[in-house]
């Protein structure tokens, strides 16, 4: 049985996880949950799952939380903790063997360092940890496994746990390129001129995935996929332009490998997110059947084609693919400056190639020639902080 910690239980990762447990209560406990202030959502959880431990990233969902399960259901032995301290606890509480990692963003990536050095097996669909802690986290991950002698960072994202999955059984030396499929998001085949009237109603009007709102944006800009491919070089030793990202709309060919003598192998599926958190969570084994049987006659399965993505149009891509070969902290401040870049957009602050012009700016003013060596979680943090900084300074 896996006991899990699930951080970001009420998003759409997380919501689907506690479906596999629900489904499955035989294999899966869960100890804790956590939530950034969504209050009403983890209540039920709460109520549902009877975790040990609850945490609110906002201190004060934590204490609306606290008195609302004490009035009225005081039967809940649930604790409820608040702000980063309360999730790093739940994170790393004794009684969870396994953590699944769905915060948005970087605040994903302490809580999963905290949970990785206590050896706990990561369950991750945060891609931003890699991105910006990968120098940090991946040797880590490699001692706990060489310690436990099994795969302990199980990839959760649909198209890296594609990827690993066409892996087993294969030796690492014959593995020749990636290929990191993608749907092209809302605006496959625009123009630029044509980008500059998109709205946030647009934006999160994705074709084929049902998702939160900061990673909908992500997709529309295509910095979803370079921060896949900075996350991709992490999680299997290749340099980032030994990973192709390749456009296919209908969604079915989730990633795909090729090895030193020329064979592709790829793995299919409809477009949900439940497979990869079965594969992840029930690794080494696997589950029973959640999903309805995979059709090659379903129209959507029977004609698959692929396209290059238009970096001309899709410049973010281009730039994380800069970060990824240049590496050090450059990957970390191109990350705070798009999520800094997002929320003001999913505030209606800014257009939609203002996301692209805050990233350019911040991410200039940081690469001078000299890659910063990673050499501890602060330094992510702390350059995280400065870029944060230096974003809201030229949104002003």
């Not at 605040?107 to 991750?124: H, Q």
């Not at 997110?273 to 084994?285: D, F, N, Q, R, S």
């Not at 698959?304 to 993505?309: G, H, N, Q, R, S």
């Not at 990673?374 to 230096?390: F, G, N, Q, W, Y």
């Amino acid at each position: 049985m896996r006991v899990l910690s699930v951080l970001g239980s009420t998003g759409s990762i997380g919501t689907q996880t506690l479906e596999v447990c629900r489904k499955d209560p035989d294999n899966f406990k869960v100890a804790s949950l956590t939530c950034g202030s969504s209050v009403d959502k983890i209540y039920e959880q709460i109520l549902e799952f009877k975790p040990l431990l609850a945490a609110c990233a906002d201190e004060k969902a934590a204490a609306i939380l606290r008195e609302g399960l004490k009035l009225e259901h005081p039967e809940i032995t649930t604790r409820v903790e608040g702000g980063e301290q309360g999730v790093i606890e739940a994170a790393t509480m004794a009684e969870s063997d396994t953590v699944l990692g769905a915060i948005v963003g970087v605040a994903g990536l302490k809580p999963t360092y905290e949970a990785i050095k206590l050896g706990k097996d990561i369950a991750l669909a945060n891609k931003e940890t890699l991105v910006a802690g990968g120098d940090i986290i991946m040797p880590l991950a490699h001692d706990l496994a060489a310690a436990k002698g099994r795969e302990v960072l199980l990839p959760v994202d649909s198209e890296h746990c594609a990827i690993w999955q066409c892996l087993w059984g294969e030796k690492r030396q014959n593995l020749d390129r990636i290929l990191i499929t993608a749907s092209g998001g809302p605006f496959r085949g625009w123009s630029r001129d044509q980008l500059g009237d998109v709205t946030a109603e647009k934006a999160l009007n994705h074709p084929t995935w049902k998702m939160g709102g900061k990673i909908t944006i992500d997709s529309s800009t295509m910095m979803n996929k370079g921060l896949e491919v900075i996350e991709a070089g992490h999680l299997f030793g290749v340099g980032v332009d030994k990973v192709d990202v390749v456009v296919h709309p209908q969604s079915v060919i989730h990633s795909m490998i090729r090895t030193k003598d020329g064979s592709v192998l790829a793995q299919m599926g409809k477009p949900s997110m439940i497979l990869p958190i079965m594969v992840a969570l029930y690794y080494p084994e696997r589950g029973d059947r959640l999903l309805t049987e995979f059709d090659p006659f379903d129209p959507q399965c029977s004609n698959l084609t692929f396209e290059k993505c238009d970096t001309e149009v899709f410049r973010l891509l281009a730039l994380a693919y800069d970060a990824g070969r240049k590496g050090g902290l450059l990957p970390a401040i191109m990350n705070a400056a798009n999520e800094v870049a997002v929320n003001s957009f999913l505030m209606g602050e800014i257009g939609f190639l203002d996301i692209e012009k805050t990233v350019f700016e911040v991410y200039k003013s940081f690469d001078n020639g000299i890659t910063s060596k990673v050499t501890s979680i602060d330094d992510v943090l702390e350059a995280d902080k400065e870029a944060r900084i230096k974003a809201m300074e030229y949104l002003k």
